[in-house]
């Protein structure tokens, strides 16, 4: 994402498969979906502990990062975004964002990690991607996640995890073979319980309230239902009938029908979008139930109000493949709200504020 000072215009984030993996490393400030995460600061690493859902207390995994440096300050010329979420589909409980974290990590143009000169995106196939920065290098990693590992495997000593529940995942997904120093079998690079990785790519929206013909078009429905209401011929309709339709009609003109119905019609518009980041502007909301005020969020524990900065569209949980029989990942929009003032925190990184809306159930 291209850096901005520019607050409250909407980029919209699409996601992509046909990018060469490599080009989504570290080095590379990418923004992209699943996998496992491409670090800003490569040490130190957040603690495993403070990606445990609070939920379950099972850890979090990746799901999306959001490369998005500022201006305003030097210490913002790279920053980027990190969204970790359950896979437990049973802590995915309607309007509560405790299975989700989010983390901010922000890094000078000069730093004790990157070149100060943009990397060449030219990579041979015979290319060791091991030379370039990457947190690897600072710590061990979890083979299952790709977040820090503080525990390794007690047999072949080499390979790490940061819980005993990936490690455990991690035996019967394929360590097992080949655990044995004497295998000669590969680790596989990606673990089966990642999310599929995906290139995240932005543009400005562009939109204006006349693009959405949907729009129109209720108004047209709702005008042609009130002169059908108004008709002789309906005057003989029994009387029931009649006051249902009209409770109906009522209903639709709720603030929750407004709501959905102006969601729908801008999202119609680009209906493949995965991301809308508009840092200081407002969610594109879903429904008029479970919307936070004010007070309902935090402010950065620095003492700066947090504000609004992108949102996670429902449209992902298509590239996700997360159906499933028995219970399934969901939301309406997961909302990201960091600090205002962008805090200075060296090379940690900073957890910030996760709202999550979902639909309201007379939409499902």
């Known amino acids: 994402m291209a850096s901005t000072t520019q607050e409250c215009c909407v980029k919209l984030g699409f996601a992509e498969d046909d990018q060469d993996p490599r080009l989504l490393c570290s080095h590379f400030f990418p923004s ?25 207390n099972g850890m979090t995994i990746f799901l999306m990062q959001v490369y998005a440096p500022l201006q ?5 010329f790279h920053r980027t975004l990190f969204l970790f979420v359950c896979p437990n589909a049973s802590c995915c409980d309607a309007g509560n964002a405790a299975n989700f974290k989010l983390f901010r990590s922000q890094l000078s143009l000069v730093n004790s ?4 000169d943009p990397p060449s995106e030219e990579i041979s196939k015979e290319e060791d991607l091991n030379k370039f920065p990457h947190a690897g290098h600072y710590h061990t990693l979890c083979q299952v996640c790709g977040i820090k590992g503080n525990k390794k495997c007690s047999q072949c000593k080499k390979t790490y995890y ?62 042609e239902y009130e002169q059908l209401m108004r008709s002789p011929q309906l005057q003989g309709l029994d009387e029931k009938y009649q006051a249902e339709d ?3 009609s009522a209903k639709a003109e709720t603030e929750d ?7 729908k019609n801008r999202v119609d518009y680009e209906p493949t979008q995965v991301l809308r980041y508009s840092r200081g502007g407002e969610p594109l909301w879903v429904s008029a139930y479970n919307k936070p005020s004010p007070e309902d969020i935090p402010n950065c524990s620095c003492g700066a109000p947090r504000i609004f900065e992108f949102q996670v569209m429902p449209q992902l949980l298509n590239f996700l493949s997360v159906d499933r029989l028995d219970a399934s990942l969901d939301w309406g929009i997961v909302c ?3 600090c205002k003032d962008n805090c200075a925190i060296s090379n940690s990184y900073k957890e910030e504020f996760v709202w999550k809306q979902d639909f309201h159930n007379t939409r499902l």
């Open 336 to 338: 990201a709200y960091t």
């Open 72 to 76: 305003m300050r030097d210490d913002t």
């Open 32 to 56: 992209k979906i699943g996998g496992k995460p491409s670090w800003l600061s490569l040490s130190p690493l957040p603690e495993p502990d403070v990606l445990r859902c609070l939920k379950c």
């Open 162 to 223: 940061c819980s005993k529940e990936h490690q455990v995942y991690d035996w019967k997904d394929g360590h097992k073979k080949s655990c044995s120093q004497d295998s000669q079998l590969e680790e596989k690079n990606v673990s089966s319980l990642l999310f599929k990785e995906f290139d995240l790519v932005t543009e400005d929206e562009e939109y204006t309230e006349g693009d959405s013909n949907n729009s129109k078009s209720d108004e047209e429905r709702l005008l």
């Open 113 to 116: 990690f990157y070149s100060k």
């Open 257 to 263: 029908d407004k709501l959905f119905l102006k969601f």
């Open 246 to 248: 009209l409770e109906q």
